[in-house]
């Protein structure tokens, strides 16, 4: 699995999340973030072209040197600057405490190992009054499809670089000491227990 985790694993991820769907969601969440930006789990950079002129700088978040480094080609054509941290987001971030205006999180917190800790991270470094933008896919409401979420996660972390189907998204944000601003949630075209999605926002309570 290392030269699959490693190697094969990133560019199915930059190409499966390039579809028309996740392309559209970034496109309505992304521009909402301004100032001094934490992206988690910034991956291949899908995020940056879609931050507006009222970011200053954005600080990337990704444990994979290899989705790190088609960022950085993405990071070239950005009129901000970037920095990335390559860590996963439950460790402690080299920023200072409330530094930050504005993070954004978009299918991520599926497979960070420990998103409590990293949510709270998150919490750490946000600013009062400072925004969490997310878009997630994760636990479902409909008990049918959570069955299958529950059954197909052990399976599908294994091939999915640790993704899990059936966490609950927003118990875990608010869990972390955030409060939910706005939230919708909904199933993008494709098998139910992998596309019900969490899209809102939230601040620190």
């Not at 995020?47 to 070239?76: C, T, W």
């Not at 479902?140 to 670089?161: E, H, Y």
Request: aromatic share 8%.
């Amino acid at each position: 699995m290392g030269l699959y985790v490693k190697y094969v694993l990133p560019r199915l991820i930059d190409l499966g999340m390039r579809n028309k769907d996740a392309t559209r969601l970034r496109s309505e969440s992304v521009p909402k973030a301004q100032g001094d930006v934490l992206e988690i789990g910034i991956g291949s950079g899908l995020n940056l072209p879609f931050y507006s002129s009222a970011v200053r700088h954005v600080y990337g978040v990704d444990p994979s040197i290899e989705l790190q480094r088609m960022a950085a080609k993405r990071a070239s054509d950005a009129p901000f600057e970037v920095t990335f941290f390559r860590q996963s987001a439950e460790e402690p971030l080299p920023l200072l405490d409330s530094s930050i205006d504005t993070i954004v999180m978009t299918w991520s917190l599926c497979s960070i190992p420990n998103p409590s800790a990293a949510l709270q991270q998150m919490r750490r470094v946000l600013k009062p009054g400072g925004r969490l933008i997310f878009v997630e896919h994760g636990r479902s409401a409909d008990t049918r499809v959570t069955a299958w979420q529950d059954r197909l996660t052990p399976f599908w972390k294994r091939i999915g670089g640790g993704c899990h189907l059936n966490r609950k998204i927003d118990d875990l944000i608010v869990a972390a000491g955030f409060q939910i601003i706005e939230e919708k949630n909904f199933y993008l075209p494709g098998p139910r227990p992998m596309t019900h999605t969490y899209q809102g926002s939230a601040c620190i309570a």
